[in-house]
């Protein structure tokens, strides 16, 4: 099957955070998006959401023709998904659920159109497996916000066809997103084992009374979190093989921590360690609450991403004008 038919309209199955982001994401990029949700307030919801994010998304830049007038909701999923290009699921992580989910999908979406699952955790080999057309299912699954955080992962099923893990690698690209293609299916896909395993040594650390939660995540945060803002641990690495680089780094420092590796702990997860890290990070958070801390993440997200962005990004033109034209306004 071709999939090289325009990406105009993008279907949003579940409006909850993650679909919702990823509606305003689609919105800013001037695309048309019909979403979907049972539940009784979830057009309030939707759309309080994209209104909240839409200045973020102005200062990033938004697309020729991005307006949040192009969204459309119903409550009748097999409406909306009729007239996708590309359909973006977002429902409950239940493999069974998400079985029924994605025949149903398959069922009413063009033939032709791509269905992608935000899923963290089930492999689409699951999803598509009662399917009539399996063959454009796959997952691109965000990290959260996806209106703010850049990477996609992009993973396809026993039956996903490669010309459908190319068409949404390159459409994922073209709107502005990094996507990362896995060649396996793993479950919890790559990034969040990445998380996991870090944080399984924090937890490890912790158990042994090595340090306090505000320390660890300090440690991370204020430390390589910073470069990995900037740098994979990979090219990282390679950096600091000074003018060897990785191979240096390969026969000289790595060397060196081979025998940390080996000292890498697995964590009893008890009631008591579960209790100590709550306390920790409520300690920590002090009386900043979920919205505060979630609205200065958002913040110093979007300096950071005008940071990196590509000084030949239109869109950062487009956010640097606007900005000019609002310092403009505001000196007048």
Excluded at 257 to 277: F, Q, S
Aim: charged letters at 20%; a negative charge; one cysteine or more.
């Amino acid at each position: 099957m071709n999939y090289d038919k325009p990406i105009r309209r993008v279907a949003i199955v579940g409006t909850g955070v993650i679909g919702a982001s990823w509606a305003a994401q689609y919105l800013a990029c001037g695309l048309d998006v019909i979403a979907t949700d049972p539940a009784p307030d979830a057009e309030a919801g939707l759309r309080k959401y994209i209104d909240d994010a839409w200045d973020a998304l102005t200062t990033l830049g938004l697309a020729p023709g991005a307006s949040r007038e192009r969204l459309t909701v119903t409550t009748d999923m097999a409406q909306a998904v009729s007239q996708a290009d590309l359909v973006q699921e977002n429902g409950p992580e239940r493999p069974e659920f998400k079985k029924r989910l994605f025949a149903d999908i398959d069922a009413a979406t063009p033939v032709d159109s791509i269905i992608a699952s935000s899923s963290s955790g089930i492999t689409p080999s699951v999803m598509q497996s009662e399917c009539k057309h399996p063959e454009r299912i796959l997952v691109g699954h965000p990290f959260n916000p996806p209106h703010l955080i850049p990477l996609v992962e992009v993973v396809g099923g026993a039956k996903t066809s490669p010309e459908a893990l190319g068409r949404a690698m390159k459409f994922y690209a073209d709107i502005g997103k990094k996507p990362i293609l896995l060649h396996k299916e793993m479950p919890g896909h790559v990034a969040n084992r990445l998380q996991i395993a870090l944080f399984r040594e924090v937890l490890y650390l912790i158990e042994q009374g090595v340090l306090s939660v505000g320390d660890a995540d300090a440690a991370v945060s204020w430390g390589p979190g910073l470069r990995w803002a900037l740098m994979g641990p990979g090219l990282q690495y390679h950096v600091s093989g000074g003018a060897g680089g990785i191979h240096h780094f390969l026969q000289g420092v790595f060397e060196g921590l081979l025998p940390v590796l080996k000292t890498l702990g697995d964590p009893v997860i008890t009631l008591e360690l579960k209790t100590r890290l709550a306390e920790g990070v409520l300690q920590e958070a002090g009386a900043r609450s979920i919205e505060q801390l979630t609205s200065w993440e958002n913040e110093q997200l979007v300096a950071l991403l005008k940071l990196r962005a590509d000084p030949n990004d239109v869109r950062l033109q487009d956010a640097e004008s606007l900005t000019h034209q609002r310092n403009g306004h505001a000196n007048e």
